[in-house]
């Protein structure tokens, strides 16, 4: 069982900049994939960027070159620094992870406000 808890959303202005934070806690030693997904209402939870464990990462196509997904060696925190944030990247945002039993584990979500 992985538990994982997000931070660092908030109100920010068009232009602005943000960073999530995810600490996972529990059987972090079965973490494989760490992921950030996004989802406003009426919409499907979508998929912005995720990170293998060897590092390879994976952007979305409206966040890529904006947003940089990143994690500690000891894969206890999970990051998604946000540059140059968009009305339209408004959303509540959630950290998963996968093990390496294909289990998936979310967090909570924390909410993102991007003002125009």
């Known amino acids: 069982q992985v538990r994982l808890a997000e931070s660092g959303g908030g109100l920010v202005q068009a232009g602005g900049s943000l960073r999530l934070s995810c600490t996972a806690s529990?059987?972090?030693?079965?973490?494989?994939?760490m992921s950030w997904y996004r989802q406003t209402p009426g919409r499907q939870r979508e998929v912005v960027a995720h990170?293998?464990?060897?590092?390879?990462?994976y952007y979305t196509s409206s966040v890529r070159g904006r947003f940089t997904i990143s994690r500690d060696n000891a894969k206890t925190t999970l990051y998604l620094e946000m540059n140059s944030l968009r009305p339209e990247d408004t959303a509540v945002y959630y950290c998963k992870c996968r093990s390496v039993r294909d289990d998936d584990f979310w967090g909570q979500g924390t909410q993102v406000t991007v003002s125009s």
């Open positions: 990170i293998l464990s060897g590092g390879n990462t």
């Open positions: 529990g059987s972090i030693s079965s973490i494989n994939t």
